[in-house]
């Protein structure tokens, strides 16, 4: 099939206007001016989108699909008190409402053009969601306890959930990893036994540095996350062992665990870190999700990024929980990500369009890893591709698609989703799973746990 359109963004090399791209099964054959294209391959089907831009589909480097039905429900608190309060509200959640949930986290993804995910989950519904619509994707298992004495357990269930997940899922398009749980809900020798499984090169992902409440119970002992409050939420009990203060940064402190020498790791948010940090981070091939809506709603902070670019680290961008963020919509994270850092640097520092759309495209394939197969239009690499459309009165006169697309665009203007050559969404989700029941089932979810 031959796609066309007034744009078509490669990402790894300039955009060409009235391109066109070739797709055969599930890959990119070839892309080029249309003209040429047309001469070339003159017995292919057709499909011309006018106005809009042709590029790879957003990779979501930090998502927690599964809490797609929270979103709303803790909103105009900071962070400490939005995770307590989410806690709580998911207590009251069953097998079969993290599997819903999730779901309705999947159809926004596909309809607001991300094709691949890296989502972090407990229970395995966001890799149900990913396999039933088609979406390409890291499905990290989050494994931890506060506990010593619970850590080989945690572990070894792990590992079995693991191999569980790696045999139901599409191994062309779905891997499976591991996360450890946050730092001030994790005994460090969870960090250790998960750098030794994932030695390998199986992907892991931790949030480090992501909040000062975080950032002071690293190295003070002192926060709302304080173990004794901890301990009292949880009901350990008193053989719950304190938390001695380790008077290190959350990067230093893990960097003791091992954890930073993984081949494949992912370190999701780093807001609270120095120029140290950032050095350990570079040395250690470490690459970042930066999530900037989240941060930002929650009063968590900006990250870095320029300091963090200038170190040769790897970026992308992230969504993070829709419990916090309220949507899945890659081009809001890349206009506020864009927005964010030019307020906070000076001219020196100055992100631009280009960069954004890279880090939400091919940037993002490098941080997992995946950029040999996906994240720009190269031919032999994987048909994730996406259809935006530039045509509404806002855009016109339209001549920079980058710009046009992170400034003046939404989640609503995406045309076509394709995944692996196949068609998830062009309006109207093509993939199996029934939307209505989905929604359904949403406002079911919402009505218990706003009682």
Known sequence: MLFFARYVLPISSPHIENGAVLVKGDRIVDVGQATEMKVRYPTEPRQDFGLAAIMPGFIDVH??????????????????????????????????????????GGLESVAS?????????????????????GLRGIIYREVGTMERKLVPQAVAQAQEDVQAWSETVDSDRLIIGYAPFSLFTCHPEIFLRVAELCADGTPAACHIAGSSEEYDFVRYGSSPFSV??????????????????????????????????????LAIHCVHVDDSDIEILA????????????????????????????????????????AASDSMDPIAEMRIGLLLQRAVNDKHNFLDTDQMVYMATLGAARALRLDDQIGSLDPGKKADLIAIDLSASHQAPTHYPNSATVHTCNQDNILMTMVNGRVLYDGEHQHGVDPERVYARAEEMRLKLRN
């Open 63 to 104: 998502t927690h699909l599964e809490y797609s039905a929270m979103r709303g429900l803790v909103h105009d608190v900071p962070y400490s008190a939005w995770k307590q309060a989410l806690d709580e509200k998911e207590q009251l959640f069953t097998s079969q409402d993290w599997d819903d949930s999730a779901l309705l």
């Open 113 to 133: 053009g991300i094709t691949t995910i890296a989502d972090i989950t407990r229970t395995g519904s966001s890799g149900h969601a990913a396999q039933a619509i």
């Open 228 to 265: 004794h409050n901890t301990e009292l939420g949880a009901g350990y009990g008193i053989d719950m062992p304190p938390w001695l203060p380790t008077g290190v940064s959350p990067v230093r402190y893990l960097l003791n665990w091992q954890i930073l020498k993984v081949p494949n790791l």
């Open 283 to 322: 040395e250690h091939d470490v690459s970042v999700a930066y999530c900037p809506r989240c941060n930002a709603k929650l009063s968590m902070g900006i990250a870095p990024i320029g300091k963090m670019l200038r170190a040769g680290i790897r970026i992308g961008l992230g969504t993070d929980s829709p």
